[in-house]
């Protein structure tokens, strides 16, 4: 999609009318350039209640002599927040059927930079379709959307930048579903990695290593390794950074990247097991998110880890009741290899400490109980400090993206220590709390600053996006697969200090 901005009053293609709940006939502020046909025929339909502009509605008005227009609700005046704005743009492009174009002029009149701004990004955002394996006859592919936003004189500047900074974040969002959406025969740990490296090429001040199956075995990363063992596809572990060479302490971002989660020897169950291609969502935001901070020149110092790996049963695959060695010398007793994610990702947390970090967050598709909880309407988080967890808390509703508190006991990490031959243990010791006792586990593997003994342990949080990186119905902004759920959190933190 191409967005432009401009203060004039011609319409291209077809008029994006967004109007409040209430509206009588269309508002004097966009009378001027509007066909009187196509005025007269709107005005009708608003004043005999035809169209209530309800958040998210659109009505679309094809045939007329003075051109096509969609309507589209803003809900009632007084809610209409940066959060409705969003989702009206997103309903614009949801609704757009191929009879109105690939060009539109969405209307504003009065607004201010930032519902313009949300306006786009919805519009930016739901723009989106994963069609890469489909045959399609070249009669039927449509050109890029081609948006012009009419503002009033002398915010085009600032509207256009604000719209750049959308375009870039959004873009992140859909490299996150991209990838997502990837089917796990294209989408395994090295060609995750290979994309990586292809994708640093572009900047200059972002670097990617990646960990291979032989140096991870060396370094004495067992919990990555005892994962990826059982598939031909070996695990790896992908270290993204951004203005690295800049020095203090920075966001270190870890992701869960299990490229298909069968179960392993402790084997899934059929149904929906294709499902399990989403299980490196945790993998996919944290690039989604590099991809957003550095498409959009971010210029602090971001790092990013993702444990890749593929969960598979095989003849090398590991086994319940094996105990493995860990980058943090901790062992932990394997009693479920389903519970594979915390292991990868208790090397991927051990890592984060060499790069001294301000603080760490990991996202992973990590547990069903957490789904159980929240369904698909919200974020697991839990964190070792209530300040920080606040904060992404916040950081979610201010992008409406929900992440909600979870507690980090002590009775669960207990549970998650008392193994009879083992450090730690990788189940909990019966289902209940079960997205808890996962992030209780998690816990263990947060190194404390320097890797002291008895120091203080770094601030980290984890959530758990097992029930929203993917099957989220009532995520306005994505259609369907893969959600790319947190870019955006993740770039508001981190731009917004
Ligand atoms: N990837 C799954 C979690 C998952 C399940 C995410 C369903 C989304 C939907 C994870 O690796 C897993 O299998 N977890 C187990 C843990 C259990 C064995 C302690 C689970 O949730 O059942
Ligand atoms: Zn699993
Ligand atoms: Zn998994």
């Not at 394996?133 to 009669?139: A, C, F, I, R, V």
């Not at 301000?358 to 309407?377: K, M, N, Q, S």
Request: glycine share 12%; proline share 3%.
């Amino acid at each position: 999609m191409k967005v432009s901005v401009s203060p004039g009053h011609n319409i291209n293609g077809t008029l994006i009318l967004p109007l409040f709940e209430g509206s009588e006939e269309v508002p004097d502020s966009h009378e001027v350039g509007l066909h009187t046909a196509l005025k007269s025929q709107i005005n009708r339909i608003l004043l005999e209640g035809d169209f209530k502009a309800k958040l998210k509605s659109t009505m679309s008005i094809i045939g007329s002599e003075g051109g096509k227009a969609m309507l589209v609700g803003l809900g009632k005046e007084d809610d209409a927040d940066l959060h409705a704005y969003r989702k009206a743009g997103a309903a614009v492009i949801a609704n757009r059927k191929k009879a109105h174009g690939t060009d539109l002029t969405a209307r504003f009149s009065g607004a201010s930079i930032e519902v313009m701004g949300a306006f786009a990004e919805g519009m930016l955002l739901r723009d989106y379709s994963y069609d890469h394996y489909k045959q399609q006859d070249e009669d039927d592919k449509e050109s890029e959307i081609d948006v012009r936003i009419t503002c009033d004189e002398g915010q085009e500047d600032e509207l256009s930048s604000a719209i750049r900074i959308h375009a870039g974040v959004a873009s992140g969002v859909h490299l996150s579903r991209d990838l997502g959406n990837c089917p796990p025969n294209d989408m395994y740990p090295e060609a995750f990695a290979d994309q990586a490296w292809e994708w640093a090429k572009q900047y200059d001040d972002v670097e990617v290593t990646i960990i291979n199956y032989e140096q991870a075995v060396k370094a004495g990363m067992g919990g990555l390794v005892a994962v990826g063992m059982g598939s031909a596809r070996k695990p790896c572990m992908v270290i993204f950074e951004l203005n690295g060479k800049k020095s203090g302490r920075c966001p270190l971002l870890v992701g869960k990247g299990i490229t298909f989660d069968t179960g392993g020897i402790s084997l899934k169950p059929g149904a929906n097991m294709d499902e399990m291609k989403y299980d490196m969502g945790g993998s996919a935001t944290v690039f989604g998110t590099m991809h957003a901070l550095a498409s959009t020149g971010h210029k602090g110092k971001v790092v990013a880890i993702t444990c890749m790996a593929e969960n598979m049963p095989s003849s090398n695959a590991q086994r319940p009741g094996d105990v493995i060695k860990t980058l943090s010398g901790k062992t932990i007793e394997i009693l479920n290899t389903d519970a594979e994610g915390r292991l990868v990702l208790s090397d991927g947390l051990w890592k984060a400490g060499e790069f001294d970090p301000e603080y760490i967050i990991d996202f992973a598709t990590l547990t069903g109980a957490c789904v159980v909880a929240l369904g698909h309407e919200a974020t697991g988080l839990w964190s070792n400090d209530d300040d920080f967890r606040t904060r992404i808390h916040e950081a979610g509703n201010a992008v409406d993206e929900l992440a909600w508190p979870m507690p980090l006991l002590p009775a669960f990490e207990k549970e998650m220590t008392d193994s009879k031959i083992a450090d730690t243990r990788n189940l909990g010791a019966g289902r209940w709390g079960g997205a808890n006792t996962a992030a209780a586990f998690l816990k263990q593997f947060v190194p404390n600053r320097n890797y002291e003994k008895d120091g203080e342990q770094i601030t980290w949080a984890h959530m758990d996006i097992a029930g929203t990186y993917w099957g989220a119905k009532t995520n306005s902004m994505v259609g369907n697969g893969a959600t790319g759920i947190h870019v955006r959190t993740m770039y508001h933190l981190i731009t917004n200090g």
